[in-house]
């Protein structure tokens, strides 16, 4: 519900042949990205902390169990954005405490 009023330099973020549609060719489906995130210790963000948010989970994870076990909801943008730019960010599972910085691994 806010508005981005700050002009920003032209980024080239999204180039051809960046992105392969999952299932398709070499790329795994979305049940192998699910359990290589769990095996692995990663996760995906989700921000706004919402109902609509966590009801969107609830429901595809109806289909992908998987899914609830690899998702971190983030109350909001800043605070996705304020973990990503921290040294935690990347080295642990946000359950235990970690010692390592990503630099480390």
Same mark, same amino acid.
């Given at each position: 519900m806010r508005v981005d009023t700050q002009i920003h330099q032209l980024q080239k973020y999204i180039e051809k042949g960046m992105f392969v549609e999952v299932g398709k060719g070499i790329s795994p489906n979305f049940e192998q990205v699910l359990e290589l995130l769990l095996n692995k210790e990663e996760f995906l963000a989700f921000a706004?902390?919402?109902?609509?948010?966590?009801? @969107?989970?609830?429901?595809?994870?109806?289909?992908?169990?998987?899914?609830?076990?690899?998702?971190?909801?983030?109350?909001?943008?800043?605070?996705?954005?304020?973990?990503?730019?921290?040294?935690?960010?990347?080295?642990?599972?946000?359950? @235990?405490?970690?010692?390592?910085?990503?630099?480390?691994?």
């Open positions: 706004p902390d919402t109902e609509e948010t966590r009801s @969107m989970i609830n429901i595809i994870s109806v289909k992908f169990p998987l899914l609830k076990n690899v998702s971190r909801i983030y109350k909001g943008e800043q605070e996705l954005e304020t973990y990503i730019g921290s040294d935690l960010y990347g080295t642990c599972n946000q359950i @235990m405490n970690c010692s390592n910085k990503k630099s480390e691994q």
